[in-house]
């Protein structure tokens, strides 16, 4: 599901007139069109609280539509081009600007393949192996920025603007009685909204509290559902809690096997290929991707716990910054976050500021308001990392929906000051009050179960050994690294010899520069492609698939 279109500036009397003229636009089959005699429009993603009608008007209905969308309206009299996404930016969309235009796609490997001689961006690699997201609108290409949330691309009259239509925002600080009360109303409103979505709808439920409490929601409204969880071999817990959350409520429970081990490892190269390397999170959802009905809409609970559990206030993160948001505070801010590196800086040389500097000025981006880093973690972390995920639903043909992300739902859900807010999981309150019966399973995320009993079956230790003898390090990646180097050494050493014991001691530095190694083949791969085809992988994949 991507749009991929590019708009080039008029060169000379000789080229097309007008501004529509050059723009090209290229839609795979799962993009929607509409037109009237004002406006033509592409968006792809889901909207469920606007009709077509809607959005073929002068005001920009998108801008405060509900869904997880991009899309390109044509004004055809006025001769303008908009270009825009969700307001919070959750569904991707990258540019590239050069001298004579715009190229742009919803998909960074698309876009890849259409500039010249793309290159890295040491900065965005920086981030992702010690902070382990890439901030701002970075991307791992140099050339390719990913669109800000709350912003437009303007085409007109020759020229490229970028408009800013949306800040990040609170309500006034509520108190805890009202919340609850009017965080279930919101979420019930966030769901009936989708009644009328696709009529296969599925709640992926894990062991934690949020896509628990949508189920709960769900349940009380009589949304038509059923669950679906996908074995992890790492945590085992899990699957015997959905099937309890799922008892209770009475609903189908789709419990998807884990993947063998060279499945899993597979499914990690298909990630990177298709979503950039952004990010290295949650390959094995992949056989749950697979397997649900075509066309499904598939909820997610991401950033319930960022914004109504303060999980970033709690532990493991930074429970010593509740109170601490003002901008005389923002170099302790952070201080805090970096503190967490890896220590796999990449030569300074390669870098316009330190990784401090550049966390440093993303915050100062926010407004001066308790929930600070929240939003930063919001739309850096959940936006550009873990939610890229659900990129991968929308290539297989699924619909995604993030309840939590309901506008209404999520500006109410911040505005409890975060030290009142990590007093209480408020998930679980809101959810027990519409369910008592909730109250009697436990969750992997409020502390109830102290230790997880993770059973590491074989199949994960075969995946990892898989990593390890198939991580290759360029020396042209090796050179960028500046400390640990005899440590990375030591790992080839080890892996060449199979002495699997001292080399996996050493992955941890190891396997993240591989990764970064792969993504330079496959930042100067040109075989090129138009659109995945189902079944068939790109020729950079057959060469790396493990058989």
Known sequence: MHILGKWGKKQDQSMYSTCLDRLRLFCDEHVTTMKNSDYKIHYEGVIFNRIPEDLLKKYNHFDDAYGLFAYVKIDIKEERIVIGTDKLGFNPLFYSLGEHGIYFSTSLTLLKYEIKNPSIDYEAWDEILNIGDIIGRKTTVKEIKRLEPGTRIHISNERITFERFWEPEVENINKADDYINNNNKLLAEALELTKNAQPQKVILLSGGLDSRRIGVAAH???????????????????????????????????????????????????????LGFETDQHEWIFPLIREIPKNSLVYNGIAGDVAINAAIFREPFYPSLTGIYKDKDVDKIAAMICKKKTKLEIDKKRLNATIFERVRDELMKYPEIPQRLSYFYLLNHTRKN????DQLFSIMGHKICYPFLYYPLLVQSLSLHPEDAVKLFYQKACMET?????????????????????????????????????????????????????????????????????AKHFAWRSIPLARMSMFIDWLNDTNGLKFQIEGAEPQFLNKRISV
Not at 386 to 389: C, E, K, N, Q
Not at 445 to 463: C, M, N, Q, T, V
């Open 220 to 274: 009380s409204i009589g949304l038509p559902f059923y669950f679906a969880t996908q074995a992890h071999y790492e945590n085992l817990i899990e699957m015997g809690i959905a099937k309890k959350i799922a008892a209770v409520l009475n609903r189908n429970l789709e419990i998807f096997s884990a993947p063998p081990a060279s499945v899993a490892y597979n499914d990690s190269l298909i990630r990177d290929f298709w």
């Open 386 to 389: 873990i939610a890229l995920m």
């Open 434 to 502: 519409l369910n008592p019966n909730m109250k009697n399973i436990e969750s992997t995320r409020d502390g109830s179960i102290k230790k997880h009993s993770f059973e590491l079956a074989k199949e994960s230790h075969k995946k990892e050994l898989l990593l390890i003898n198939n991580a290759k390090i360029k020396s042209e990646t090796k050179n960028l690294i500046k400390r640990n180097k005899i440590n990375i050494q030591l790992f080839e050493v080890a892996s060449l010899l199979g002495i699997n014991k001292i």
